[in-house]
Nanobody
Framework: QVQLVESGGGLVQPGGSLRLSCTAS????????MGWYRQAPGKQRELVAT???????NHADSLEGRFTISRDNAKNTVYLQMNILKPEDTAVYYC??????????????WGQGTQVTVSS
């Protein structure tokens, strides 16, 4: 069984920063692309950023360079550093990873989500 567990969400004032973490555990052979997505109330889930196992990143243009994705392959962990947060960044943030398990299956896994609220 494979699990993705996010942490680091919470309440922050506009202009503040947060760092999200997501760790994969279980019977993992390898992890390919990892990414962060978010879903605000009443809106569709949208891409925030992705990172390949080689460290190639892709960030949504709408973020204007405020967020940075990174990963630690040795820890099976992906991070999202969020700076200059705005109220419109309020959403549930989800981690996703393409994982090859120890049994040889290759599937997309999602975390349970972590709430980020930006408000004064």
């Amino acid at each position: 069984q494979v699990q993705l567990v996010e942490s680091g969400g919470g309440l922050v004032q506009p202009g503040g920063s947060l760092r999200l973490s997501c760790t994969a555990s279980g019977s993992i052979f390898s992890i390919n692309t990892m990414g962060w997505y978010r879903q605000a109330p009443g809106k569709q889930r949208e891409l925030v950023a992705t990172i390949t196992s080689d460290g190639i990143t892709n960030h949504a243009d709408s973020l204007e360079g405020r967020f940075t994705i990174s990963r630690d392959n040795a820890k099976n962990t992906v991070y999202l550093q969020m700076n200059i947060l705005k109220p419109e960044d309020t959403a549930v943030y989800y981690c996703k990873a393409l994982i090859t398990t120890g049994w040889g299956t290759r599937l997309q896994y999602w975390g349970q989500g972590t709430q980020v609220t930006v408000s004064s």
